[in-house]
């Protein structure tokens, strides 16, 4: 097995996602997947860029297990401790609400003098 299909069903147990629907998110089918997993098969470059979409992580964590982007945002949410327990409380939410949450943060922009501006 290789490391980037160690690291994809590492990834897929993080997260929670089956092949089943793994293969719903990037339109193939679950027999693909299954291939990549437990035949050796290797995704197309494209495939992997679809792949990493779909588990919320990079190609670069795919191919190497490690990922300078998360662990930079690591480091900046972990600096800052309201960031940190607004986005633990929302992990708690269902999909719906997680939307919701998300329309209200891009409803409200910072301007160039650091206040919020309301966009709608």
Sequence with gaps: MTHFTQNIIKRMN?????????????G????????WIN?????????????ASALNTTVEYL?????STHAMFAAQINSKPELKALIETAMLLPDNRIKDLRHIAETWLPTSNGTKERLA
């Design 14 to 26: 993080e997260i929670g996602i089956s092949q089943a629907k793994l293969a719903q998110k990037i």
């Design 28 to 35: 193939k089918s679950r027999s693909t997947i299954n291939g």
């Design 39 to 51: 035949a050796g098969f290797e995704p197309k470059t494209v495939e992997a860029v679809a792949i």
């Design 63 to 67: 191919v190497t297990g490690k990922d």
